[in-house]
């Protein structure tokens, strides 16, 4: 459609409007959508599946490789210092160390701060 009008001689004419199907070609198409909304579905399914339906043990409880606690003799002591020496036959490529405290730690690997 194009709307004129007369202005002191003149013919002024707004652009034309483009049709719906033009512009709604230019969206995403409706397939697409499905599409989308069928994955965000299923992945919402599996998620809820492995949640609530497939058993899950109420208590986890690592396996520790035969790690020994080393604790303070003292517990009412503030401050407690650790030194542990572990030798190996053959250097391991790499290690974890696992350190629980109640408050702060430092922990040296030869002369090393960690």
Same mark, same amino acid.
């Given at each position: 459609?194009? *709307?004129?009008?007369? &202005?002191?001689? %003149?013919?002024? $004419?707004?652009?034309?409007?483009?049709?719906?199907?033009?512009?709604?070609?230019?969206?995403?198409?409706?397939?697409?959508?499905?599409?989308?909304?069928?994955?965000?579905?299923?992945? %919402?399914?599996? *998620?809820? @599946?492995?949640?609530?339906?497939?058993?899950?043990? &109420?208590? *986890? %409880?690592? /396996?520790?490789? #035969?790690?020994?606690?080393?604790?303070? $003799? /003292?517990?009412?002591?503030? @401050?407690?210092?650790? &030194?542990?020496? +572990? &030798? *190996?036959? +053959?250097?391991?490529?790499?290690?974890?160390?696992? @350190? %629980?405290? $109640?408050?702060?730690?430092?922990?040296? @690997? #030869?002369?090393?701060?960690?």
């Amino acid at each position: 459609m194009i *709307f004129a009008e007369r &202005r002191s001689g %003149t013919l002024l $004419s707004q652009p034309e409007v483009e049709p719906l199907e033009q512009l709604h070609s230019r969206w995403v198409p409706h397939y697409l959508i499905w599409i989308y909304l069928l994955i965000a579905c299923i992945g %919402t399914s599996w *998620f809820a @599946v492995q949640t609530i339906l497939v058993p899950q043990p &109420r208590e *986890f %409880t690592p /396996d520790w490789y #035969n790690a020994r606690w080393v604790q303070a $003799s /003292d517990s009412r002591s503030p @401050v407690a210092y650790f &030194r542990y020496e +572990v &030798r *190996f036959g +053959v250097m391991p490529d790499s290690a974890f160390v696992t @350190v %629980t405290a $109640s408050q702060v730690f430092r922990l040296y @690997v #030869n002369g090393v701060y960690v």
